[in-house]
Antibody
Framework: EGQLVESGGGLVKPGGSLRLSCAAS????????MNWVRQAPGKGLEWISS????????NYADSVKGRFTVSRDNARSSLVLHMQSLRVEDTAVYYC???????????????WGQGTTVIVSS | EIVLTQSPGTLSLSPGERATLSCRAS???????LAWYQHRPGQAPRLLIH???HRATGIPDRFSGSGSGTDFTLTISRLEPEDFAVYYC??????????FGRGTKVEIK
C-alpha cells in the first residue's frame, strides 16, 4: 500500500527558511507524482507543489512560487520541500501525498503522510 | 485556474441520514480528473473517490460520486458515526495547478 513520513517542521521566524522531507516506503516511488499539500489553522486543504516521476514537470501554487523549491530523489525514495522567505501565512500542517494519472484518468492522492507542522512567528 | 465551489459549507445531519455534497467548477473539465477526500481532525486526508465516480480501495459503498462538466456530487447514502468530517473535492488535470474546494463540514445534528 505504501507509507509516507514527513519531517523537518518547526518554529521559524518570518523571513527564515526551512527544509521539509518526506520519506517513502512500501511502493515504487518513481512511479508516482509527488505533491505537497498544506492546511493552515482553521482553513481547508491547499495544494502547493507537485513534481512528476522524473522531475521533468514541476509546478507551484502562486502563493509559494519563487519562495519554495521541490525536489525528489528516486534512488532514496525521498521528497524535499525547501521553503525560503517564510511568511506568517505559511503556518500550516504540511502533507506529502502521491498521485498518478494514467491514460487521462486521475487516480487521486491515495497515500498521504501524517503531516509536519510549520509555525512562522516572531 | 479552475476554482471549485463546494456547498453547503456545513451540513447538519443525523446518523442514518443521506448526505448530498456539491462541488461546482468555474469552468468545465473532464470528469476523470475529479476526486473527493474525507478529512477528520488530526488525521491525514483520505481518498474516497477518483475519476468522479470510482470508489478508492477500501471505501464503503455508501459513498458514491457523480457528475460531469462543472457539477459534481458526493453522496453518502446513510451516515455512520465515523462519517462526520470535512469533505473536499479536488481537480487535477494537465493544466496545473491542482485545486481543492474549500470543503463541506458534515456535522452531527
Amino acid at each position: 500500500e505504501g507509507q509516507l513520513v514527513e519531517s523537518g517542521g518547526g518554529l521559524v521566524k518570518p523571513g527564515g527558511s526551512l527544509r521539509l522531507s518526506c520519506a517513502a516506503s512500501g511502493f515504487r516511488f518513481d512511479a508516482y507524482t509527488m505533491n505537497w499539500v498544506r492546511q493552515a489553522p482553521g482553513k481547508g486543504l491547499e495544494w502547493i507543489s507537485s513534481v512528476s516521476t522524473a522531475s521533468s514537470d514541476i509546478n507551484y501554487a502562486d502563493s509559494v512560487k519563487g519562495r519554495f523549491t521541490v525536489s525528489r530523489d528516486n534512488a532514496r525514495s525521498s521528497l524535499v520541500l525547501h521553503m525560503q522567505s517564510l511568511r506568517v501565512e505559511d503556518t500550516a500542517v504540511y502533507y506529502c501525498a502521491r498521485d498518478r494519472t494514467i491514460l487521462d484518468h486521475y487516480f487521486g492522492m491515495d497515500v498521504w503522510g501524517q503531516g509536519t507542522t510549520v509555525i512562522v512567528s516572531s | 485556474e479552475i476554482v471549485l465551489t463546494q456547498s453547503p459549507g456545513t451540513l447538519s445531519l443525523s446518523p442514518g441520514e443521506r448526505a448530498t455534497l456539491s462541488c461546482r467548477a468555474s469552468q468545465s473539465f473532464t470528469r476523470t480528473f475529479l476526486a473527493w477526500y474525507q478529512h477528520r481532525p488530526g488525521q491525514a486526508p483520505r481518498l474516497l473517490i477518483h475519476g468522479a465516480s470510482h470508489r478508492a480501495t477500501g471505501i464503503p459503498d455508501r459513498f458514491s460520486g457523480s457528475g460531469s462538466g462543472t457539477d459534481f456530487t458526493l453522496t453518502i447514502s446513510r451516515l455512520e458515526p465515523e462519517d462526520f468530517a470535512v469533505y473536499y473535492c479536488q481537480q487535477s488535470g494537465r493544466s496545473p495547478p491542482s485545486t481543492f474546494g474549500r470543503g463541506t463540514k458534515v456535522e452531527i445534528k
